[in-house]
C-alpha cells in the first residue's frame, strides 16, 4: 500500500497546497508513482498542474463510493508517474454527505486499502485550511500528516491552538481502539522570511513541541521565495523551475532536503535521475538502518 501523506492546517494560506504539489512532481520525478487527491472543495491543487486526461469523476466519487473508488477517477497530469483525482465539489454537499455517515472519520482510510492504490507509491493528500469532516477523514487517512506554518504571529498562534486541536480532537477516540488513532503530525516551517521575527517564531516553536508525544517540527525549512509562486504560475514543479544547485536555499535542494527528510529511504536520489522502484518508501530505511524513524515509516 502506498505511504499517504495529508496536508493539513486549520489556517488557510500556510503553503499547503504549494508543497502537496510540488512534493508530488519532485517524487514522481525520482520515479516514484504519485497519486495527489485534492481534498480541498475549493480546487487548487486541481489546477496546479496540466492535465493530459481528465477522468470522467473525481474526489467526490472517492468518497461517496465510501472508499471504495473505480478507476474512473483517476486523471493523469503531463508529468510522467504524477496522476490526480480533482476536488468536483463546489459545495458544501461532500461535507454534508460525510456528516450523515457514522464511519465518516475512516471513508479516506478506506479508500487508502483500496485495490486501486496498489499502483502507487505515495498518495498526497491536500485539504482545505478549515475545520471539517472531510479535512479530518483525510487526517485519518494519513500514515503523516504535514501542517505548513508561516513563522508569523498568526499563523503560529492558529497552528499551536486551532491545527493541535483538531489533531487532539481526532485522538480522542483512540482510547477505543488503535485504529482510531491518527498518524503523527509534522510541521513545516515554509515561507520563511529572512527576519529576526520568523527566526524567533520558528525557535518557539521547536522549543514549544520538542516533547510532544505526536507532533514535531520538521528541520527543513522551506524559505520565502519567489520561485514558489513563479512556478505555480508557469505550472511547472518548482524544483524544476528554480534548478541552482550551488544556492542552499535554492527551491531546488529545498525541496530536495524535504523529500529526503519524509522519506530518508530517498536520501541522495535526485530529481531526473530515477533509481527507486516499488517499495522503497514508507518502511523506515532498512539500508541506513534507521530502524524506521523515516517521517513517513
Ligand atoms: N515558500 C513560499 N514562498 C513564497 N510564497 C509561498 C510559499 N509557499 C506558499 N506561497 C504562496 O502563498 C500562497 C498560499 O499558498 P497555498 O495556496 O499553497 O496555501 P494553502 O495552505 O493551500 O491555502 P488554502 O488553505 O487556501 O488552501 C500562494 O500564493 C503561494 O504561492
Ligand atoms: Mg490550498
Not at 500556510?14 to 516514484?32: E, H, I, P, R, S
Not at 502507487?120 to 503523516?144: H, P, R
Not at 530517498?266 to 532498512?286: C, I, K, W
Request: charged share 20%; with cysteine; hydrophobic share 45%.
Amino acid at each position: 500500500m502506498p505511504a499517504v501523506i495529508s496536508f493539513v492546517s486549520t489556517k488557510g494560506g500556510v503553503g499547503k497546497t504549494t508543497v502537496a504539489a510540488n512534493l508530488g512532481g519532485l517524487l514522481a520525478a525520482f520515479g516514484l508513482k504519485v497519486l495527489a487527491i485534492d481534498a480541498d472543495v475549493q480546487p487548487s491543487l486541481s489546477k496546479f498542474f496540466p492535465v493530459h486526461y481528465r477522468s470522467p469523476r473525481g474526489l467526490s466519487a472517492v468518497v461517496t463510493s465510501g472508499g471504495n473508488p473505480a478507476d474512473d477517477c483517476i486523471s493523469r497530469t503531463i508529468f510522467s508517474n504524477l496522476d490526480l483525482v480533482y476536488s468536483d465539489t463546489p459545495d458544501a454537499g461532500l461535507q454534508a454527505w460525510l456528516n450523515r455517515r457514522e464511519d465518516r472519520l475512516m471513508i479516506l482510510r478506506r479508500a487508502m486499502q483500496s485495490p486501486l492504490m496498489e499502483a502507487y507509491d505515495v498518495v498526497l493528500i491536500d485539504t482545505q485550511g478549515a475545520v471539517g469532516e472531510l479535512q479530518k477523514s483525510a487526517a485519518m487517512a494519513a500514515n503523516v500528516m504535514v501542517s505548513p506554518v508561516k513563522p508569523d504571529a498568526l499563523s503560529a498562534g492558529e497552528f499551536a491552538t486551532g491545527t493541535i486541536a483538531m489533531l487532539d480532537e481526532l485522538n480522542r477516540l483512540a482510547d477505543f481502539g488503535e485504529s482510531f488513532r491518527s498518524g503523527d503530525l509534522l510541521a513545516l516551517i515554509n515561507a520563511h522570511e529572512r527576519t529576526t521575527n520568523a527566526r524567533a517564531l520558528s525557535a518557539v516553536l521547536r522549543q514549544r513541541f520538542a516533547d510532544h508525544a505526536k507532533v514535531r517540527i520538521l528541520d527543513t525549512v522551506v524559505p520565502s521565495a519567489a520561485a514558489y509562486c513563479a512556478a505555480a504560475t508557469a505550472r511547472i514543479p518548482v524544483h524544476d523551475f528554480d534548478r541552482r544547485r550551488q544556492f542552499d536555499n535554492s527551491a531546488w535542494n529545498v525541496m530536495h532536503r524535504l523529500a529526503w527528510e519524509l522519506f530518508p529511504s530517498l536520501a541522495n536520489v535526485y530529481a531526473g535521475a530515477p533509481r527507486r522502484t516499488r517499495g522503497d518508501v514508507g518502511t523506515g530505511d532498512e539500508r541506513t538502518g534507521d530502524g524506521g524513524q523515516g517521517a513517513v515509516a
